[in-house]
């Protein structure tokens, strides 16, 4: 099934990574810098999932999630975060539990874990 996919994420090598493992598997990808950018993006086009890094500058992943949720309860998030940040993992995978993130990946994920959560979500 093919979705559309709103990438968001600051490090532009993760975002192409991740726009060349989605159209691979047949999907529509846009993307967006930072949580800012990415809320506009969202209420100007719908899309079916939303994959954000937890850790970027300006709003971070945490704030986007947030906003996203409240305005758009049924929105399908994975988070993904980098291993080596200062927050605790545990705490990390608890708000986005909280927070209804259905699906959490650190990387390095392969294609087929970031492609594995977007069919589950599908």
């Known amino acids: 099934m093919m979705a559309r996919i709103l990438v968001v994420d600051?490090?532009?090598?993760?975002?192409?990574?991740?726009?060349?493992?989605?159209e691979s598997d047949g999907h529509q990808v846009d993307e967006a810098l930072d949580?800012?950018?990415?809320?506009r993006c969202y209420r100007e086009?719908?899309?079916d999932?939303?994959?954000?890094?937890?850790?970027m500058p300006e709003q971070d992943g945490f704030e986007l999630i947030m906003e996203l949720k409240m305005s758009f309860?049924?929105?399908?998030?994975?988070?993904?975060s980098g291993g080596g940040q200062k927050l605790d993992k545990?705490?990390?995978?608890?708000?986005?539990?909280?927070?209804?993130?259905?699906?959490?990946?650190?990387?390095?994920?392969?294609?087929?874990?970031?492609l594995e959560a977007v069919h589950r979500l599908l």
């Open 35 to 39: 949580g800012e950018q990415a809320v």
């Open 49 to 55: 999932i939303v994959i954000t890094d937890i850790f």
């Open 10 to 22: 600051d490090d532009e090598i993760m975002r192409t990574l991740l726009r060349k493992f989605l």
């Open 73 to 80: 309860p049924k929105i399908k998030i994975i988070a993904i």
């Open 90 to 114: 545990r705490l990390a995978l608890r708000v986005t539990k909280m927070l209804g993130t259905v699906q959490q990946l650190e990387k390095p994920f392969t294609q087929e874990q970031i």
């Open 45 to 47: 086009n719908s899309f």
